[in-house]
């Protein structure tokens, strides 16, 4: 089960960072990424960081959320900047993993998410 942590209340402008340790045990930890949910819509993708540490961005958060990654600790950060009122939503972080050497079939766990509310 992945744990999720950083969310809170920041007022518009400020910033938050969140972070997502991934279980150590299985064999390979791929993507680790976020979606978020804002009250009333769909889950939407935020960003995604391969274990080669390629990064894609959604457009609505490019040059203000910067993802990292620490291997060593199958953890993924999420520094937020520049918040905005539409940031509101609840984060959910995400690991696809491997779980067997050998085996071509991946799997994906979810975070229970941690909220993440601006204001103004």
Not at 37 to 53: I, L, M, N, Y
Not at 75 to 90: G, I, P
Request: with cysteine; net charge positive; aromatic share 12%.
């Amino acid at each position: 089960q992945l744990q999720a942590s950083g969310g809170g209340l920041v007022q518009t402008g400020g910033s938050l960072r969140l972070s997502c340790a991934a279980p150590g045990s299985v064999f390979s930890i791929n993507d680790l990424g976020w979606f978020r949910q804002a009250p009333g819509k769909p889950r939407t993708f935020v960003a995604r960081v391969s274990k080669d540490f390629s990064l894609i961005y959604a457009d609505s958060v490019k040059s203000r959320f910067t993802l990292s990654r620490d291997n060593a600790k199958n953890t993924v950060y999420m520094q937020m900047t520049s918040l905005q009122l539409e940031d509101t939503a609840v984060y959910y972080c995400y690991a696809d993993y491997i779980v067997h050497e050998g085996s071509a079939v991946q799997y994906r766990s979810w975070g229970r998410g941690t909220l993440v509310t601006v204001s103004s």
